[in-house]
T-cell receptor, first 114, second 111 residues
């Protein structure tokens, strides 16, 4: 089945130690999104790629960066994780950028900071 | 500021009963979407309703949209234990090229 896969499901890192989360998709969708979701809160968009075009949200900290080397893969890099970055990170895709279509989510990576 | 807000924040009902969740939003929209999230999992798209539609059905799900009141409701009929999850509405907010999610309703179905 076509899907969105996030690895790993659980990631533990140390305060200040860089960490990379990965997302892959077999849907061949043009758009890939990264969301941060803290406990009992709404998912919050960090940034998205429309093909190779990177779109950062204004309030996304500089500590968060992303790479999309090809259509199928997208990475979230956290350069110096702080305790406040502990959260679930969700990757999603959509066929195109218009908001008249559904987004397809992976099962997320839960990040813990020691 | 948040575009969609759900009400209630939490809802607990008996299996077989109907569950209704409401979503209110602030600015005009083109579309409104509902998603389900099981504990520890990603979001799953349920229904998309366009601003010129008033009601939409999918299986046991019924979504209504009232643009004059800037509100939407999600009705789950004949609830099952497997419906236990958080439900989020998401709007595009005046054509913004992103979805903005509400805080969600945590639904618990008791056997």
């Amino acid at each position: 089945d076509a899907m969105v896969i996030q690895n790993p499901r659980y990631q533990v890192t140390q305060f200040g130690k860089p960490v990379t989360l990965s997302c892959s998709q077999t849907l061949n969708h043009n758009v890939m999104y990264w969301y941060q979701q803290k406990s009992s809160q709404a998912p919050k968009l960090l940034f998205h790629y429309y093909d190779k075009d990177f779109n950062n949200e204004a309030d996304t900290p500089d500590n968060f960066q992303s790479r999309r080397p090809n259509t199928s893969f997208c990475f979230l890099d956290i350069r110096s994780p702080g305790l406040g970055d502990a959260a679930m990170y969700l990757c999603a895709t959509s066929l195109d950028r218009g908001m008249n279509q559904p987004q397809h989510f992976g099962d997320g990576t839960r990040l813990s900071i020691l | 500021s948040q575009q969609g807000e759900e009400d209630p924040q939490a809802l607990s009902i008996q299996e077989g009963e109907n569950a209704t969740m409401n979503c209110s939003y602030k600015t005009s929209i083109n579309n409104l979407q509902w998603y389900r999230q099981n504990s520890g999992r990603g979001l799953v798209h349920l229904i998309l309703i366009r601003s010129n539609e008033r009601e939409k059905h999918s299986g046991r799900l019924r979504v209504t949209l009232d643009t004059s009141k800037k509100s939407s409701s999600l009705l789950i009929t004949a609830s099952r234990a497997a419906d236990t999850a958080s439900y989020f509405c998401a709007t595009d907010g005046q054509g913004a090229q992103k979805l903005v999610f509400g805080q969600g309703t945590r639904l618990t179905i008791n056997p």
